[in-house]
């Protein structure tokens, strides 16, 4: 599913790039999900021992934040937006209709690795509702009509 290869070398080559500060944790961390899509074992491992910090601490702060994923994502993230704003909006309907585009469901990556669906509480664009983010593009007013259009474009 993940194509992307992990490799010490490239474990290293992140690590490397930051100060051996504990400050440096979630920078470090920020970085080893954007080369690999999650955050491997090994790399946790191996960050822990560059900041002299115990696993336990990686990783309870590795499982903290919502944008860092200790399994291996799809080539693209979509976001349903749960706030109360796009619940209203019919925010599960999108949801309802993903699972059934992408014949997965929440929580889930498509076989062919290139999407990866997960709800959230709230992408802070109530005013827009309801919204789907993937990647780093808001897909905003989005009706489920919509969904396949959008979809297509990011399979290509």
Do not use: W
């Amino acid at each position: 599913m993940n194509t992307q290869k992990i490799t010490k070398n490239k474990i290293k080559g992140i690590i490397g790039r930051h100060e051996a500060e504990k400050t440096s944790l979630i920078a470090i961390l920020q970085d080893m999900q954007n080369e690999f899509r999650y955050l491997p074992k090994e790399a946790l491992v191996a960050v822990g021992k560059h900041l002299d910090m115990p696993l336990a601490r990686v990783y309870e702060v590795a499982t903290f934040y919502n944008a860092f994923s200790l399994k291996p994502r799809g080539r693209y993230l979509v976001e349903v937006c749960a706030g109360t704003a796009c619940h209203v909006k019919g925010g599960f309907n999108l949801l309802a209709k993903l699972e059934r585009e992408l014949k997965i469901e929440c929580g889930q990556t498509t076989k062919d690795g290139t999407f990866t669906l997960e709800q959230v509480r709230c992408l802070g664009c109530c005013s827009l509702a309801p919204v789907v983010r993937i990647d780093n593009d808001i897909h905003a007013y989005l009706t489920q009509d919509k969904i396949p259009r959008i979809l297509k474009k990011y399979r290509k």
